[in-house]
């Protein structure tokens, strides 16, 4: 049953992700690919939509991944997976345990989290590094360097870099997002 | 009933208008809750956020419903929480049905294929953005190549093992640490 499996993945992802939607990508990204929900790029393609769409990423990606597997029920399952975990937990902390986050315990666990969801985070961007860049997936995988990809991100890093000097919030994701359209467009159909 | 409806129309408005997840959603949050309606006080707010970071899931459905509770209760949290869920839900579903013809367009893959690289980079700024944030304690460091050597290995070898492991085994080594420190003062203090 496709609804109760989008439900309950989600609702492992929300219950055990740390630091909102991109401490929650690399999660999903192990979820989708284990179970054939999505491919790498349709992976990357939906963060994509989520990331330049407003609202939450997470709860952006939960209908998304819901949608392609389940249609509205499946999105509506997906969403609900993981919005619930952090809405009874809130209303746990805001009614019950207002202290919550001044135990010594909590604070001594959450002093090991932070460090790993950034490792989590860093070592996902690797690995999609090195399966778009470079056509690495496994050990044995054939290598393959897409030349254009690294036009692109070289274009985003000077583009980024000007920018900072200047402003130091950047330029935001969904202006970075537009710019490498254009040049996906430029590069890839010629 | 009034506040009722103000809270949803709000909570409805910052999810259509923020992009770019909840730390982008917290600050038009602040601005609606504190600065404009005075319903909560700035103090309160940043205690808010700092519950919204540090539990799990969504950080913009931890304030939506941390908010909501503070404001009107069970029902407050109930409708917050559904408000800013709302505009991306009915966004992302109508997107996702016209999603796979629009990217059968060539010229629509190709921009795609220009995207996935963007997105690569914006993963790789969100984790070196929380590296910057992070003390450089020798803790931190072990705990962060630990994880990012061991999951490429793991990937690399197609060895599965989930990252649901990962979360806990560190959450229980920041347990562990904290316990060692104390035994070690609680020596330190008998000598």
Redesign the interface.
């Known amino acids: 049953m496709i609804y109760l499996e989008l439900f309950f993945t989600f609702l ?1 992802i ?9 401490g ?4 999903i990204r ?1 979820q989708v690919l ?1 179970r054939n929900w999505l491919s790498e ?1 349709d992976f ?2 939906m ?14 990606m939960a ?2 991944i819901g ?2 597997q389940g249609g ?1 029920p499946g ?1 509506v399952a997906a ?1 609900l997976g ?2 619930l ?3 009874i ?3 746990l ?3 019950l345990i207002r202290n ?2 001044k135990y ?2 909590v ?23 090195f399966n ?2 470079l056509g ?1 997936q ?2 044995h995988s054939p290598f393959s360097i897409d030349v ?2 690294f036009a ?2 070289t274009v ?2 000077i583009l980024q870099h000007r920018k900072k000097a200047k402003n130091p919030k950047g330029i ?3 202006g ?2 537009s ?7 430029i ?3 010629f | 009933m009034k506040t009722y409806v103000t809270l949803f129309l709000t909570m409805l408005k910052t999810g259509l208008f923020t992009f770019g997840g909840g730390y982008a959603m917290i600050a038009l949050l602040e601005n609606e809750f504190v600065s404009q309606k005075k319903w909560i006080e700035k103090e309160e707010f940043l205690d808010m956020v700092a519950i919204a970071e540090s539990t799990p899931g969504p950080i913009a459905i931890n304030a939506a419903t941390y908010i909501g509770y503070k404001m009107l209760r069970f029902r407050g949290a109930l409708l917050a929480t559904v408000g800013v869920c709302i505009p991306s839900f009915i966004i992302i579903y109508i997107i996702s049905l016209f999603f796979d013809q629009f990217l059968s367009l060539t010229l629509v893959a190709n921009a795609f294929k220009g995207i996935q690289v963007c997105v690569i980079y914006l993963i790789f700024s969100a984790g070196i953005k929380m590296l910057k944030g992070i003390p450089k304690t020798p803790f931190n460091i072990i705990i962060m190549t630990f994880v990012i050597s061991a999951m490429i290995i793991t990937s690399f070898l197609a060895v599965r093992f989930s990252t649901l492991y990962y979360i806990l085994i560190c959450g229980m080594c920041g347990v562990s640490m904290y316990l060692l420190k104390r035994l070690s003062k609680n020596k330190e203090d008998a000598a």
């Open positions: 492992q929300g219950t055990v992700s740390f630091g909102g939607g991109y929650m990508i690399s999660l192990e284990s790029t990357l393609n963060i994509a939509v989520s990331e330049s769409t407003p609202g939450p990423i997470a709860v952006n209908t998304f949608a392609s509205l999105s969403t993981v919005v975990p952090s809405f937990i809130i209303l902390i805001a009614a919550l986050l010594k315990g604070q001594a666990f959450l002093s090991g989290i932070r460090p790993c969801v950034t490792g989590l985070i860093l070592a996902t961007a690797t690995l999609l590094f778009t860049f690495i496994q050990l254009r990809a692109i991100l985003l890093l935001p994701p969904i970075l997002i710019i490498s359209a254009c040049l996906g467009i590069l890839y159909s």
